[in-house]
């Protein structure tokens, strides 16, 4: 089955400075990649997502972009806030499949003041 | 438009019972899938119901079981309850088969094993 990895497992970083979460996955036929944030004690709630027809997707200070000969995908979160400090979870999809979303195991985003 | 709605959000149990969790979907959503979130594993794929079939299982025993009303509402259940078990059980809803649609969560159901 599928196999998801996701670096770092914690993140710090300066208010202002950008963020970048990596992911890589092990079945090429995944072509769905959302990611989700989870604020503590809070259900996770879906920030963005690409599908594997596009290489790169905006919205507003947080981008994603997508590798599908490495298997690789990434979230970019620029001039970060206090309030971007959260757990984050890459996934994959397939469509049709049955095996639900394949979660990465998180990344905890530390936002200094 | 109501978001999901998982009951209970807490309970306690001890070893060898049984527990049964519930949730109700968006409106008009029919897909019901149900992850087990842990802080060492992350989320872990439990099972899916559409349309009240079971599309698939992830790995867990024979002890987790779900079903799906007619209504779109899912239960899972646990049967034998152990230690282990002790996590935040998260389900989520889509319009159609969640394998590369949105899924909109739940607040979850903590469970803790004594």
């Known amino acids: 089955g599928e196999n998801v990895e996701q670096h770092p497992s914690t993140l710090s970083v300066q208010e202002g400075d950008s963020a970048v979460i990596k992911c890589t996955y092990s079945?090429?036929?995944?072509?769905?990649f959302p990611w989700y944030k989870q604020e503590l004690g809070k259900r996770p709630q879906l920030i963005i997502d690409i599908r594997s027809n596009v290489g790169e997707k905006k919205d507003q200070r947080i981008a994603v972009t997508l590798n599908k000969t490495a298997k690789h995908f990434s979230l970019h979160i620029t001039e970060t806030q206090p309030e971007d400090s959260a757990v984050y979870f890459c996934a994959t999809g397939i469509p049709g499949g049955a095996d639900g979303l394949t979660f990465g195991k998180g990344t905890h985003l530390i936002i200094q003041p | 438009k109501a978001g999901v709605t998982q009951t209970p959000r807490y309970l306690i149990k001890t070893r060898g019972q049984q527990v049964t969790l519930s949730c109700s979907p968006i409106s008009g959503h029919r897909s019901v899938s149900w992850y087990q979130q842990t802080p060492g594993q992350g989320l872990q794929f439990l099972f899916e119901y559409f349309s009240e079939t079971q599309r698939n299982k992830g790995n867990f025993p024979g002890r987790f079981s779900g079903r799906q009303f007619s209504n779109s509402r899912s239960e899972m259940n646990v049967s034998t309850l152990e230690l282990g078990d002790s996590a935040l059980y998260l389900c989520?809803?889509?319009?159609?088969?969640?394998?590369?649609?949105?899924?909109?969560f739940g607040a979850g159901s903590r469970l803790t094993v004594l």
């Open positions: 989520a809803s889509s319009s159609t088969a969640s394998g590369a649609n949105v899924l909109t």
């Open positions: 079945d090429s036929a995944s072509n769905y």
